[in-house]
C-alpha cells in the first residue's frame, strides 16, 4: 500500500505547481517523488468537410524544434473541457466547431504529471478566428486523413498527445477504418 506521508509546493509557476511528496511505499520505504499539478488541457481534432485534419506548426522550446500537432491548451480554472475545446480551436486555428465530441481521457505523464488530457473530434467547421495567446506563434496547416496516417506510420509526429488522440479519432476518420 502506498502512503502519502507530506507534500511540500517546491515551485507555482503560470501553468503548473511542482510539489514534492514523500510516499511511503509498500516494502516501508519512504521515497521523495516530485509532481508537476496541471489543470488539465484538451486536444482537438478538428475535420473539416474536405476530409482534412487540421494541425498547429509551432516551436517547442522544450523540444528545441518545431512540431505539427493537433490543437491543444490548457484548461483556465474553472472551465469545462468543452469550452476550453471551443476556444483552443478558434484561437488555434481560426476555426469553431459545429460539433465537439469527446472521444477519450488520459494522463499525459502519469509517473511525474497529473496533467489530464481529454481528446475531442471537431466537426463542423467554420471559421471565427479569436486572437491567439500572445506568446503563440502558430502555423494552421490542413492535410489530408489518407496523408496524416501516412506521416504517423513514418514516425513524422513526435508530440505524444497528437499521436494518442489520432488513435482514438480514427473510427470517425474517413478512409481510416
Partial sequence: MFRLERSEEVFRGKIFTVRRDWVRLPQGRTTALDIIVHHG???????????????????????????????AGTL???????ACA????????????????LLGRFYLAPG????????????DLHPAPLPP?????????????AQVLL?????????AKTLAALMLALPWLPGAA
Fill in 86 to 101: 471551443a476556444r483552443e480551436i478558434r484561437e488555434e486555428i481560426g476555426l469553431a466547431a459545429g460539433h465537439l465530441r
Fill in 112 to 123: 511525474y504529471s497529473t496533467e489530464y488530457m481529454r481528446v475531442f473530434l471537431a466537426t
Fill in 76 to 82: 483556465e480554472p474553472g472551465e469545462s473541457a468543452e
Fill in 151 to 159: 506521416r504517423a506510420r513514418e514516425g513524422a509526429f513526435q508530440d
Fill in 41 to 71: 488541457a484538451v486536444t482537438i481534432v478538428p475535420l473539416d468537410e474536405q476530409g482534412r485534419l487540421w494541425f498547429v506548426r509551432q516551436y517547442r522550446h522544450a523540444a528545441g524544434e518545431t512540431l505539427l500537432e493537433f490543437p
Fill in 133 to 145: 495567446d500572445a506568446d503563440e506563434f502558430l502555423d494552421p496547416v490542413a492535410l489530408p486523413v
